[in-house]
């Protein structure tokens, strides 16, 4: 298990994905990503417990994925269709 902070997360990777093994929501969220060649991050929410903790209590968000873009938490997949549907 990774103590990694959110702090920290956020410090060294401008986006990231908090992810659930298996769960075809954050599939679906890491294609669009790369589809849409955007750098991230993956981290394991089972892994880096820490990390998945703080960023829940942060942006009140339960659910798999976690996506942060720019720095800033965008939600889940749905959230982020949205953004790549144009």
Known sequence: MESL????AL???EN???FLKECPFCYKAEKILKSNKVKFEKFNKDKYK???EEAQNKYS???FPLIVLDRKFIGGCSDLS???EN
């Open 11 to 13: 410090q060294d990777n």
């Open 50 to 52: 820490t990390l998945t």
């Open 61 to 63: 968000y339960r659910t």
């Open 5 to 8: 902070t959110l702090e920290k």
């Open 82 to 84: 949205k953004i790549f």
């Open 16 to 18: 990231f994905m908090i």
